[in-house]
C-alpha cells in the first residue's frame, strides 16, 4: 500500500515530460508482453498448421484417389464416388481446408492425364469448387480475383471466359497476367486475342510467362501477328517481336522493315537483331544508307548484323570503320574484314599501334 | 545553456525512434503487399526458360583457398537458364587459382577483354573449362587491385545484360537470380538500375554441396546477436527504404544491377571501402541527373547466407570498414545532401543516412562523455536517468521482437522448438553484449578515417560454413 502510494506520488509530482516518459515505458513493457504472447503463439500456431496442412493433405489426397477408382460404367457418379463427394463438400465450407483440396486436387493432375486427369476436373466441379472460384472473379480483392482465375486456368474451365476477360485492363498487373495465362492456357494462340485490346503494358516478366505457357501447346501455328506489330501499345509490339523470332515469323518482312523508324529506340534494336536472325538482307541494306543517322546502340546492332549478312560490296563499307572509336563497331568490321579478304586484314593489321587495336587484331588472328 | 544541450540530445533521441518506428510501418505494409503479389508467381516455370534475361555472377576471390572449390560449386548449382559465372582471382597469393584450375578442368584461352573500366592486369590469364559440365565458369587470375577493382574486371567481361555482384563465399539459394531479375523485368514505368534481397547468416547452419540443408541458430551470442541485428536491418529497415525508392545501399554481399549503367558511371570506386554504397549512390545521382525515372529494388526474399564474424576481432574490424566506407560515400557525394534537386535521395536518404547512421555513434558518445561530466559534477538527476535509459532499452527490444515476428510471418525460417525463446532472449541482450562493441568499431572507424587514411580492408579469416 505504501509502495503503490510512493509511486502514484511520485508520478503525480513528476513533470509532465517524465510523466510521459513513464506512459510510454508502461506502454512498451506491455507491448513487449503482448509481442511475446503473440510469437510464442505464431510459432507453435505455425507449427500445427504445417503438421495439420500434412495430415488433411494426406487424407485427402488418399480420398481423391478413392475416388478415381470407386468409378463403375453404369452410373455417372457411383455410391461411393458419391459419398467422397458430399465429404469434400463438407470441408469446402472452410477456406484453410478448400485451399488444400484445390492443391491437392492439382497436384493430382499435374501427375496423371486422360481420363483420369478428367475425372479430377469433375470433381472440381461436383465439390462446388468452381462455384468457389467464379465468385472470387466477383470480389473488390485483386487477389481473389487473380486467384479465381488461376484456379480456372489450372482446371481448365474454358466455359467462362467472357468472364474472365472483362479484366483485360484491370489495375493490378496480377489480375491481368492470370487473365493473359487463363487464355493462353486454354485457346493457346486464340488466346492471344486479348492483344488487340490491350491498352496496359505487359511486363517483359509477363511476356516470358506467356511465351512459356504457348511454347506448352502442341499446336504450334501461330496466328498472324502483323496488327500487333503496328499495335500502339508499345509492349505488343515487342512481344510480337519475340514472337516472330520464336516461331520464325519471316512473312511479316515488310512491317519489320517498317518498324526500322519506329519512335521508340529500343523496338528499333530489337527490330534490327530481328532482321539479322531472319537474314532479312534487303535490312541491311536500309540501315547501311542511313547509318550516320543511327544511334551508337544501332549502330551496335547494325554491325552484329553486318556480321551475319555482310557481302563482298560491303568491304569499302567495312573499311570506313575498322578505326571507328567504338570498340564493338571496330571489333566487328576487323572480324568482317578478315572473313571476306584476309590479304587485306593483313595489310590493314597494322594500321595503327593503338593497344586496343593490336590487341583485337591478335585476338581475331588467333580464332 | 545546459538546457539546450539537453533539448537537442532529446530532439534526437524523438526523431531516431520517430524514423525507426515509421520505417517499420512502411516495412510490415511493404512486406505483405510483396508477399500477396508474389504469393501465386511459379519460378519454376520461368527458371528454365531461355527466354529470360542473361546474368553474370561475379565473385571477386583472395586468399579464398579453403573454401573456394565449395563455393564455386555452389554458385554453378543456380537452377536459372541463362547465366554464367566469373570468378575474379585478384592477385590470391595461395593456391586457390591452383584448385581451381585441378577440379574444373581449366585451361587458359584467349579472350579479348572490352576494357572500359580500368583494372589492375591480368596476371596468368582467362580460364575455362573443358568440361562441358562447367561451361557456365570463367576464371580471371589478375594482380591484386582490391575487391572494387575485381568486381570492375568483372564488369569488363560480363557479356550479359545484368551482374550479380557477390561475395566468392556467399551461398546463393537456387532460384536467387530469378527472384532477384524479377523486379528488373516487372517494372515497366520506370529502369530498375539494382536490386538486393535479404542476407542472412549461415554460422552453424548445415551446408552440403553447396545447398542448405538445415538452419540452426549459433550457440555465440556474437553470432545470435547478428543475426538479429540483420533481421532488422534486412526486415524492417530496407523494405521501407524500397518502398519509399530511397535505398543507399545494397548489400555487397549480394546484389544485381543493370550492366549498362553500371559501366556508364565508372564502374566501382577502388578509392574506398563502402565501394556497394558508392556504386548506388552514384548510379542514383546519374539517374537523377539525367532526369531519369529509376528504382533501386528491393525485396525480402532470404536469397544469399553468408558467414558472419564469430569473434570480437573480426566483427569490429569489418563494422569499422562498413563505418569509413559510410563516411567516406556521404562525403564524396555531398552535393546530395538536403538538395531538393535530387529528389527523394537528397531529401530524404542523404540525410537520414548522414543524421541516423553517420552521426548516431557520435552522438551516442557524446552523450555518454556528457554523462559522465553530469556525474563528475554532480548534476545527474537520476529519476530521469533511469526513465530515459529504460525507455530507450525498451524500444530497442520491442523492435527487435518485431522483426523477429516479422520473420516468422513471412519466411519462417528458425523453425526449431525453443529457438524462439532463444531468439527473446537475444533480443534483450544484444544491447549489452552486441552494441558496445559497434559502436566503439564505429568510433574506431571515424579515428581511422580521419587520422589513418592507408587503412584499407580489414581481413576475414574465414572458417568456411558448417558441412553435412
Known amino acids: ?37 503473440y510469437l510464442k503463439y505464431l510459432r507453435s500456431f505455425l507449427r500445427k498448421n504445417e503438421n495439420l496442412k500434412n495430415k488433411i493433405e ?51 493432375n499435374y501427375e496423371i492425364s486422360g481420363e483420369m486427369a478428367e475425372s479430377i476436373h469433375k470433381l472440381y466441379i461436383q465439390t462446388g469448387l468452381l462455384d468457389y472460384s467464379l465468385s472470387k472473379l466477383k470480389s473488390r480483392k485483386w487477389n481473389s480475383i487473380a486467384d479465381g482465375i488461376r484456379e480456372l486456368t489450372l482446371f481448365h474451365v474454358k466455359e467462362v471466359q467472357d468472364q474472365v476477360k472483362i479484366h483485360i485492363n484491370h489495375p493490378k498487373t496480377e489480375v491481368r497476367i492470370a ?38 501447346n502442341s499446336n504450334q501455328r501461330v496466328t498472324s501477328i502483323n496488327l500487333w506489330l ?41 527490330v534490327i537483331h530481328l532482321l539479322s536472325y531472319l537474314n532479312i538482307i534487303d535490312a541491311k541494306i536500309i540501315l547501311k544508307n542511313k547509318f550516320n543517322e543511327l544511334t551508337l546502340e544501332e549502330q551496335i546492332a547494325f554491325f552484329e548484323m553486318m556480321e551475319n549478312l555482310y557481302e563482298i560490296k560491303d568491304k569499302p563499307f567495312i573499311l570506313e570503320h575498322i578505326l571507328n572509336p567504338n570498340f564493338e563497331i571496330k571489333f566487328s568490321a576487323l572480324k568482317i574484314l578478315k572473313n571476306l579478304n584476309i590479304e587485306e586484314f593483313n595489310c590493314f593489321k597494322n594500321l595503327t599501334l593503338e593497344p586496343e587495336f593490336v590487341r583485337m587484331v591478335k585476338y581475331i588472328e588467333a580464332n | 545553456m545546459i538546457s539546450i544541450i539537453h533539448f537537442l540530445f532529446f530532439l534526437y533521441s524523438f526523431m531516431i525512434i520517430g524514423s525507426y518506428i515509421t520505417l517499420g510501418i512502411i516495412s510490415v505494409f511493404e512486406t505483405v503487399a510483396y508477399t500477396q503479389k508474389n504469393k501465386f508467381v511459379n519460378y519454376n516455370k520461368i527458371l528454365s526458360s531461355n527466354i529470360s534475361p542473361s546474368i553474370s555472377i561475379i565473385a571477386p576471390a583472395y586468399n579464398e583457398s579453403l573454401n573456394i572449390i565449395e563455393n564455386v560449386r555452389s554458385l554453378l548449382s543456380s537452377h536459372y537458364a541463362n547465366y554464367d559465372v566469373i570468378i575474379i582471382n585478384d592477385g590470391s597469393k595461395d593456391d586457390s587459382l591452383e584448385k581451381l584450375i ?34 557456365k565458369l570463367i576464371v580471371v587470375d589478375k594482380e591484386n587491385g582490391g575487391k572494387a577493382d575485381a568486381l570492375n574486371m568483372g564488369l569488363n567481361i560480363s557479356a550479359n545484360k545484368y551482374v550479380a555482384c557477390i561475395d566468392v563465399d556467399c551461398l546463393l539459394i537456387e532460384d536467387a537470380l530469378l527472384k532477384l531479375v524479377k523486379p528488373f523485368l516487372e517494372t515497366t514505368d520506370k529502369v530498375v538500375i539494382a536490386a538486393g534481397g535479404v542476407i542472412r547468416i549461415a554460422n552453424s547452419c548445415v551446408i552440403k554441396e553447396g545447398k542448405l540443408l538445415d538452419v540452426n541458430l549459433p550457440e555465440k551470442m556474437l553470432e545470435k546477436g547478428q543475426i538479429l541485428e540483420y533481421l532488422r536491418a534486412f526486415l524492417l529497415g530496407r523494405m521501407a527504404w524500397s518502398r519509399l525508392n530511397g535505398l543507399l545501399v545494397i548489400s555487397g554481399a549480394f546484389g544485381l ?37 529509376y528504382k533501386v529494388a528491393y525485396i525480402p526474399d532470404p536469397l544469399c547466407w553468408t558467414e558472419a564474424p564469430d569473434n570480437y576481432k573480426t566483427f569490429i574490424s569489418q563494422r569499422n570498414r562498413w563505418t569509413r566506407g559510410t563516411i567516406e560515400t556521404l562525403r564524396k557525394h555531398r552535393k546530395i545532401g538536403f538538395n531538393r534537386k535530387y529528389s527523394s535521395m537528397g531529401t530524404l536518404s542523404y540525410p537520414y543516412w548522414f543524421l541516423f547512421e553517420r552521426m548516431a555513434p557520435i552522438v551516442e558518445v557524446l552523450g555518454v562523455i556528457y554523462f559522465a561530466y553530469l556525474i563528475f559534477y554532480q548534476q545527474v538527476r537520476w529519476d530521469y536517468t533511469i526513465a530515459f535509459i529504460l525507455l530507450a532499452y525498451l524500444f530497442t527490444v520491442l523492435f527487435s521482437i518485431a522483426a523477429i515476428i516479422s520473420e516468422e510471418l513471412t519466411y519462417h525460417q528458425y523453425k526449431k522448438k525453443g529457438t524462439g525463446f532463444k531468439m527473446i532472449m537475444i533480443a534483450f541482450l544484444e544491447p549489452f553484449v552486441v ?19 592507408k587503412k584499407k580492408w580489414g581481413a576475414m579469416t574465414r572458417k568456411g560454413m558448417t558441412k553435412a
Not at chain 1, 452410373?75 to 491437392?104: A, C, G, M, W, Y
Not at chain 1, 517481336?241 to 517498317?258: C, H, P, S, T, W
Not at chain 2, 585441378?102 to 596476371?123: G, K, S, W
Open chain 1, 179 to 216: 487473365m493473359q495465362l487463363y487464355l493462353i492456357n486454354l485457346f493457346h494462340f486464340d488466346g492471344l486475342d486479348f492483344l488487340n485490346n490491350i491498352t496496359t503494358p505487359i511486363s517483359e516478366w509477363d511476356q516470358i510467362q506467356l511465351l512459356e505457357a504457348l511454347q506448352l
Open chain 1, 230 to 270: 503496328k499495335s500502339t501499345n508499345n509492349s505488343v509490339v515487342f512481344f510480337a517481336l519475340k514472337l516472330a523470332k520464336i516461331y520464325n515469323q519471316y512473312g511479316v518482312r515488310d512491317e519489320l522493315i517498317a518498324l526500322l523508324d519506329h519512335q521508340n529506340i529500343k523496338i528499333r534494336i530489337d
Open chain 2, 102 to 135: 585441378d577440379a574444373y578442368n581449366l585451361i587458359c584461352v584467349d579472350f579479348l577483354i572490352n576494357e572500359q573500366i580500368p583494372t589492375q592486369p591480368l596476371r596468368k590469364g582467362i580460364y575455362k573449362s573443358t568440361n562441358p559440365a562447367f561451361e
Open chain 2, 435 to 453: 552494441h558496445p562493441f559497434i559502436l566503439y568499431a564505429a568510433i574506431v572507424g571515424n579515428k581511422d578515417y580521419y587520422f589513418n587514411k
Open chain 1, 58 to 108: 494426406k487424407e485427402f489426397e488418399t480420398a481423391v484417389i478413392n475416388y478415381l477408382y470407386a468409378g463403375n460404367e453404369i452410373d455417372e457418379v457411383s455410391f461411393e464416388q458419391k459419398s467422397i463427394i458430399d465429404q469434400f463438400k463438407s470441408n469446402t465450407s472452410e477456406p484453410f481446408k478448400r485451399d488444400i483440396l484445390i492443391s491437392t486436387l492439382l497436384k493430382l
Open chain 1, 1 to 37: 500500500m505504501f509502495k503503490n502510494n510512493y509511486f502514484i506520488d511520485f508520478f503525480e509530482n513528476s513533470p509532465i515530460i517524465m510523466q510521459l516518459v513513464w506512459v510510454f515505458i508502461v506502454m512498451i513493457i506491455f507491448f513487449i508482453m503482448t509481442t511475446i504472447a
Open chain 2, 257 to 293: 544491377f543493370d550492366k549498362k549503367i553500371a559501366i556508364e558511371v565508372g564502374g566501382y570506386d577502388t578509392n574506398t571501402v563502402g565501394e556497394d554504397m558508392e556504386i548506388i549512390v552514384r548510379m542514383r545521382r546519374f539517374m537523377e541527373e539525367k532526369k531519369l525515372k
